[in-house]
């Protein structure tokens, strides 16, 4: 965890924060019992403290006390049960019986307003993140090379975004971080840019000819309700196009604290969103920790079915 401004990681009080970096600096030592010890002593303070009871769960789990790990970071949620720190993930990690479906709204959104300003660095020169590209040139194997309107889902800073334009009339963008939003603004590139958590998306009225969803889906877990929304958001002859790390489980929470997802569990959800043509394309997208990460480039046509557009906009009849 590291030092961040904002109520979330400072204790609101001047000697507890004080205990507090004497504690980082044991740690820096060697020394976890020791910091554990302080640390503790100081959350008897300021028993509400989310940050405190995070960093806690983190050296008591590098000591090897799960349990204890556990607990501390339940504290951290009922705290903040919007668990912008993403304490449930490092708990259920811990546990190795995961239970959260998605990540956090609170914490993704946390996540990459801080990290927006040098996003791209890090992604493409650092780790060699090639999803648009790969993503863009799989769907243009497909024949389509012009699509009138374009949802980029977790659009980011617009790297999707830049690689599909020469290709789109309208292009439209969805993200959570309102500092990845103001990023993807800079660029001039979009139509339409909304902050929207894509794990509570509505069907509406609007239809796309395109919807991506580059390195996305990594931060839901759980599929199931974003392949039926891009189902029914799509016009006719519509694609779906995204990317996934590729795992052996149906939904894999890492200890990246990143969902992968196995290529049967991807083809079960597609299927039953009505697609009938799902191509797969094996690549890496990026390298994390020196090891290249498995992926698949998904894009999914022929949609079967007919929307109820008398209903309420959310019923998908199939043929």
């Known amino acids: 965890m590291k030092k961040m401004a904002g109520s979330l990681f400072s204790s609101g009080d001047l000697t507890v924060d ?28 300021v028993p509400g403290w989310v940050a405190g009871w995070f960093r806690l769960g983190e050296w008591l789990e590098a000591l090897g006390e799960t349990d204890a790990a556990c607990a501390a970071w339940e504290r951290a949620i009922l705290a903040d049960p919007c ?6 993930l490092k708990r259920d990690l811990a546990r190795k019986v995961p239970m959260a479906e998605a990540m956090p709204a609170a914490f993704v959104e946390l996540l990459f307003d801080q ?6 660095r890090s992604l ?32 980011g800073t617009g790297l999707m975004g830049g690689a599909i334009r020469p290709f789109c009339d309208q292009l439209s963008g969805y993200d959570i ?6 990023e993807a603004d800079r660029k001039g590139i979009y139509d339409l840019l909304e902050k929207q958590d894509i794990a509570r998306l509505e069907l509406g009225a609007e239809r796309y000819d395109l919807i991506l969803a580059a390195d996305v889906f990594i931060y839901l877990g759980a599929l199931e309700r974003i392949m039926s929304w891009c189902a029914g958001s799509l016009a006719d002859h519509g694609v779906l196009a995204f990317t996934v790390e590729l795992g052996a489980a149906p939904v894999e929470l890492r200890d990246t604290r ?7 569990y991807v ?16 690549c890496t997208l990026r390298e994390d920790r020196g090891e290249a990460i498995a992926a698949l480039a998904v894009v999914a046509t022929d949609l079967v079915g007919v929307r109820d ?11």
Do not use: N, W
């Open 18 to 45: 004080r205990r507090a970096s004497f504690a980082e600096t044991l740690a820096h030592l060697g020394d976890l019992a020791g910091a554990v010890e302080t640390l503790a002593g100081a959350l008897d303070l």
């Open 258 to 264: 990143r969902f992968a997802h196995s290529q049967a």
């Open 267 to 282: 083809e079960a959800l597609l299927a039953e969103a009505g697609f009938g043509r799902v191509t797969m394309t094996p």
């Open 83 to 88: 668990d912008a720190l993403g304490a449930g």
């Open 124 to 155: 493409v020169e650092k780790l060699g993140y090639r999803g648009p590209e790969i993503l863009r040139d799989s769907l243009l194997l497909t024949g389509r090379t012009r699509f009138e309107h374009v949802l980029d889902l977790g659009c």
């Open 177 to 182: 971080s309102e500092g990845m939003l103001v």
């Open 115 to 120: 990290y927006a300003p040098r996003f791209e």
């Open 309 to 319: 557009r008398e209903g309420d906009g959310e019923t998908l009849i199939r043929a």
